[in-house]
């Protein structure tokens, strides 16, 4: 229902698996509230009925491979008070970015050009001009980040619900490694298994490590991680550092590598 | 990218409620429907080059992504293709879980799609959240539903998308006790509630401008019963090929306005997903899901891609009323749930093969090859891109009938009015939405080249 006096509110999808907003759609008991919390004017996976207008938050799921997609964002930043990037992929770039600047002098260079031939051949496109994938605020300012693969429900129900009170979003800075001790879960590390706890972001109540399995980053980056400590601690271990950068780079995105660069350059002397 | 107001053209700039992004472009002139493109501007991600290089283990970390709705049966492909590479034998314990989970996004994803995205055209609306004014009790029905297949792949994958616990070899940790006579518990409960919403999709009017005959396919279960898993393609046609042929039964190749591939067989559009498997399978169901399949099932089921919606529906009573039974199986097993469902580790690092599941929407094939423990080359198959000329097909007969019937007696052609171009739109939208596109799943169908 219509209601000028409710913040409005857009969820949109890039190039992603839509599982943040799936997310969304999966908080069945709450779903009603979600859409009568706010005057959702446009969630084109969930409506038809869709405007595109002035919005006082956006929710951004999906990183940007296209011009098109390009052109879309900076369309709804120049209309939109506050963006939130939902999850790993609008955050960091995704899965989708994993190789992101991996030096193409190596031999198993596996640059995104070289890449998309290899998919696509060498034909041109008359759809879209793709390129490789790229985080939100490499576009346009984002004001705040959700992390996750996906988010995770409660963390986005409690930040909706400060969003649509003008609050600022409180995502969790600590590692998983805090919420993992919070289920007595035994250390994985010390089973000598490479678990990424210690740097990535917590918000999933230690899913992985409660059956038995290694954090895989899913959540990105903590703030608050020691990633030299982390992989100092994995190198004792008798890790390569190819191992150790395959991990991370798996959701690790264009963040990670950023931070891994002066790391990388250290251990390459 | 605006609505068309053009004469001789009618475009649908962004498909709603459905997952990914695309658009419809049909022109016509002289009455004659000239073009039909089913548009895919989707932002490649390039899928079958990250897993390259990677163990087994984060292949299954990485695949999933593809696509959230079927993020289940992209795990469930990937390990099987693994497993299979790398012989590695399933436990018949772990086989049980891994259809339980499987069974938990059948019902998830078919709740969410048949109920709450498709069933709005039928009923005039444009979300199910508008319809809540007037059918707020089987809103709330199908929502309970879906939450239902949430929980269930929560307690076995441990998250409701993207749950890393089931992977190669088995799963890190096992169901409790407690927890599995829940979902019996629970499943007995949403079986009547099931029943109802079939009924409901029984009784809506299906439009028939869109039909033609079609070709299905789709796994065939290893037992007489009616399953979602398999290593051999069944075809309308009669025929029968192993999974290994996957390259021949789905020929894909590239089109410029599409960033997802297409697929055909013997040149011709062939059709995946829940109508495939009722057309092909429905006669192996049993209880409930047999008495609601031979009340609804029609010939308009070989002619009529919307009758998927209704197929859907019956497949999540089938999972629903299978549930219990599994979760008997798996208690008779209790002693040794956690050891044979625990990670069994390969004796070889070296292999190829492929793998294939039923996703909700239709086959879905995982190729892997690997050499010392890592992965050298891939291929995946997606169902969305196998069904895309079936789609095309459908969206050039409905718009040729519609158009045909603005031509007077003399040959004279009488524009589409604003009605007539709404309803067209409409119709073309809702064939579409009734193959259950996945289309950022469907971006990442491809063969390397070379």
């Known amino acids: ?26 908080c069945e008991d709450t779903l009603l509230d979600i859409f009568n919390g706010g005057d959702v004017v446009s969630f084109l996976m969930a409506k038809s009925d869709n405007t595109e207008k002035e919005l006082d938050i956006a929710f951004l799921d999906g990183s940007i491979t296209t011009n098109e997609q390009e052109e879309f964002l900076i369309d709804i930043r120049a209309r939109t008070k506050k963006i939130v990037c939902l999850g790993v992929c609008s955050s960091y770039g995704g899965v989708q970015a994993m190789e992101y600047e991996k030096d193409a002098k190596r031999s198993d260079s596996h640059t995104w050009q070289k ?89 999933c109540k230690a ?34 550092f190819t191992e150790i950068e395959r991990k991370l780079r798996l959701f690790g995105g264009v963040k990670f590598v950023k931070n891994f660069k002066s790391l990388w350059k250290k251990a390459q002397k | 990218m605006e609505k068309s107001t053009k004469v001789n053209q009618i475009r649908i700039p962004a498909l709603a409620r459905v997952e990914g992004h695309g658009n419809i472009l049909v022109e016509f002139a002289k009455g004659k429907v000239k073009t039909v493109n089913l548009n895919i501007p989707e932002g490649p991600r390039l899928f079958e080059t990250l897993v390259i290089g990677k163990t087994p283990e984060e292949v299954v970390n990485i695949v999933p992504r593809i696509c959230a709705i079927c993020s289940v049966s992209h795990r469930y492909a990937a390990i099987r293709a693994l497993e299979r590479a790398l012989d590695i034998k399933e436990t018949k314990v772990t ?166 591939k297409r697929c055909c067989y013997n040149d011709k559009p062939f059709v995946v997903g829940a109508l495939a498997r009722m057309n092909l399978l429905g006669e192996r169901l049993h209880g ?33 009323e299978q549930t219990p039974k599994l979760i ?9 749930l956690a050891s044979e469902t625990s ?26 090859e690997l050499n010392r423990g890592l992965v050298t080359n891939a291929n995946l198959i997606i169902p969305t891109t196998q069904n895309l000329d079936a789609m095309e097909t459908h969206i050039r007969i409905a718009a040729q009938n519609l158009i045909a019937s603005t031509i007077g007696e003399g040959g004279q052609v009488t524009p589409l009015t604003p009605q007539g171009r709404k309803n067209l739109e409409l119709i073309l939208e809702m064939i579409v939405r009734s193959y259950d596109p996945c289309i950022s799943c469907s971006v990442h169908v491809v063969e390397m080249q070379g």
Request: proline letters at 7%; aromatic letters at 10%; glycine letters at 6%.
């Open chain 2, 95 to 260: 086989n049980l879980l891994r259809t339980l989970m499987h069974y938990g996004e059948m019902i998830e994803s078919h709740s969410l799609h048949a109920f709450v995205l498709a069933l709005p055209d039928f009923l005039g609306y444009p979300s199910a959240i508008a319809m809540v004014d007037k059918f707020a009790p089987q809103v709330l029905k199908a929502l309970r539903l879906k939450k239902f297949g949430n929980y269930i792949m929560e307690i076995v994958t441990a998250r409701w998308t993207h749950g890393e616990n089931p992977t190669v070899g088995g799963f890190g940790s096992a169901p409790t006790h407690a927890q599995l006579l829940d979902i019996k518990k629970q499943a007995e409960e949403l079986i009547p509630v099931a029943e109802e919403l079939v009924e409901l999709m029984r009784n809506l009017h299906y439009p028939t401008s869109m039909e033609d005959g079609m070709v299905f396919m789709c796994l065939k279960p290893p037992t007489e019963k009616y399953g979602f898993v398999g290593d051999k393609v069944l075809i309308s046609t009669g025929e029968e090929h192993p999974i290994e042929k996957y390259k021949e039964l789905c020929n894909e190749r590239i089109v410029a306005h599409s960033t997802a």
């Open chain 1, 1 to 26: 229902m219509p209601n000028t006096n409710k913040p409005k509110v857009g969820f949109y999808n890039f190039s992603g698996c839509a599982g943040c907003l799936l997310t969304i759609l999966n």
């Open chain 2, 343 to 368: 990670i069994k580790k390969p004796d070889t690092k070296t292999g190829k093969n492929v793998g294939a599941v039923e996703a909700p929407r239709g086959t879905l094939y995982h190729y892997y």
């Open chain 2, 328 to 336: 008997d199986e798996l208690l008779k097993k209790e002693k040794t």
């Open chain 1, 115 to 203: 890449r998309f031939k290899k998919v696509y051949g060498t034909k041109p496109f008359e759809v879209v001009k793709a390129f490789e994938s790229r985080p939100v605020d490499a576009f346009v300012k984002v004001d705040y980040f959700l992390p996750g693969c996906p988010i995770d429900a409660e963390q986005f129900l409690y930040n909706y619900a400060r969003l649509l009170r003008g609050l600022p979003v409180d995502a969790p800075k600590t590692p998983v490694c805090l919420e993992c001790k919070w289920r007595e879960n035994e250390c994985l590390l010390l089973k000598n298994i490479m678990c990424l706890g210690p740097v990535t972001a917590s918000g």
């Open chain 1, 207 to 240: 899913r992985c490590p409660s059956v038995n399995l290694p954090c895989v980053g899913c959540f990105g980056p903590a703030d608050e991680g020691n990633l030299t400590s982390e992989f100092n601690l994995l190198k004792e271990k008798k890790y390569t």
């Open chain 2, 288 to 320: 409930k899901a047999s008495q609601c399949f031979k009340r609804c099932y029609s010939l308009s089921w070989i002619r009529n891609p919307l009758y998927g919606n209704l197929a859907q529906a019956i497949e999540t009573l089938f999972c629903l």
